[in-house]
């Protein structure tokens, strides 16, 4: 009923950038928080960024500014500009989104598929 789909992964050196996109579809009502989570092989999933509809972001502290989340409400996307990668970034990047249908009211969190980024030393 509603997916998301995540692009824009892939392998860069240390210090490169990449720009993560998520695009929405589906019978779609509203769209409340949009978010980035990220899980490395053996890891926990953790949040990486979240934004609200109004533009009020929160970052994962250790990213050190380092990341930059945005998204277009009409267009129902939201974007992770990934600047000065490290290896430690390395893993799966999985977008969410808090969403109410037009078959139900109250909100649900929906993941995309994933999208792997690698970063090299």
């Known amino acids: 009923q509603v997916q998301l789909v995540e692009s824009g992964g892939g392998l860069v050196q240390a210090g490169g950038s990449l720009r993560l996109s998520c695009a929405a579809s589906?019978?779609?009502?509203?769209?409340?928080?949009m978010g980035w989570y990220r899980q490395a092989p053996g890891k926990q999933r953790e949040l990486v960024a979240v934004i609200t509809p109004g533009g009020s972001t929160t970052y994962a502290s250790s990213l050190k500014g380092r990341f930059t989340i945005s998204r277009d409400n009409a267009k129902n996307t939201v974007w992770l500009q990934m600047d000065s990668l490290k290896p430690e970034d390395t893993a799966v990047y999985y977008c969410?989104?808090?969403?109410?249908?037009?078959?139900?009211?109250?909100?649900?969190?929906?993941w995309g598929q994933g999208t792997q980024v690698t970063v090299s030393s």
């Open positions: 969410n989104g808090r969403i109410s249908t037009m078959a139900f009211g109250n909100e649900y969190d929906y």
């Open positions: 589906g019978r779609i009502s509203r769209i409340n928080a």
